[in-house]
């Protein structure tokens, strides 16, 4: 141990305190995916794994129902029922750190009505277990901003795969609501997001990986990869001990 400290304080003298920081962070700070559909992540990143409700949890997971699955109460009238019995169960596991991706889509799924139903059942499990949720919003987000106006969650919601304009951006945060970020960004969103404290990155299912977004969102944040990095740990681990460090 004090080779290490010897080590350090060398470090110091020549690099400085700063470079010291630096070299600390690369050391021994994750890059955090907030939201993935890949197998696989490289060591030095920590990933939240979404699944399918019928899959089985590997390592940081989120459950949900999908959007576009509720299609599925067109053909079975205790779809909901059933398929929420299956995300109940294993979302009360420890290695499950956030509910979802759940919401709301314009485009495809069921009835919108139907799928306000099954988001709802997903908001009550995420305040029940007090974990966050991960949003799907596609020309939804006026039925998800009255939604969380009239639910009033305590659990952090988190609309992933942001694309839309800085307008927008700014009514999701002005009621808590942050937003993730993929290879398709705004990039005003984005400064606005990182400004606000409330900034996650996701490589979704996307061919990109989470080393390059960071990198990426360095540039267009004007700051270095090693701050984004601290400043996504450091909130990652208020939501949930497993992303911390041993």
Not at 4 to 27: C, E, P
Not at 31 to 59: W, Y
Not at 206 to 234: G, H, P
Request: hydrophobic share 45%.
């Amino acid at each position: 141990m004090a080779c290490i400290w010897l080590f350090v304080a060398s470090y110091v003298a020549i690099h400085g305190v700063a470079q010291v920081m630096i070299l600390f962070h690369k050391l021994m700070i994750p890059f955090i995916d907030i939201h993935t559909h890949h197998n696989q992540s490289p060591a030095n990143v920590i990933a939240v794994k979404n699944l399918d409700f019928e899959a089985s949890p590997i390592g940081l997971s989120s459950f949900g129902v999908h959007p576009w699955q509720s299609v599925m109460i067109n053909h079975d009238s205790n779809f909901i029922d059933n398929c929420m019995k299956e995300v109940e169960a294993k979302c009360m596991m420890p290695q499950v750190v956030m509910i979802g991706e759940t919401g709301l889509d314009a485009y495809r799924g069921a009835d919108i009505d139907l799928q306000k139903t099954l988001f709802l059942r997903h908001i009550t499990l995420s305040e029940q277990l007090g974990k966050p949720l991960v949003i799907h919003c596609v020309k939804t987000a006026e039925e998800v901003l009255t939604i969380h106006k009239q639910q009033r969650p305590t659990q952090l919601w988190i609309i992933h795969g942001y694309r839309k304009n800085a307008q927008m951006a700014r009514q999701f945060l002005r009621q808590g609501i942050a937003l993730s970020f993929g290879l398709h960004y705004n990039v005003e969103a984005m400064q606005i997001a990182y400004k606000e404290n409330a900034l996650w990155l996701e490589t979704d299912d996307e061919d990109v990986t989470i080393t390059d977004l960071y990198q990426e969102a360095a540039k267009v944040l004007a700051v270095s990869v090693e701050e984004l990095q601290l400043n996504i740990y450091q909130r990652a681990i208020q939501l949930s001990s497993l992303f911390r460090l041993e």
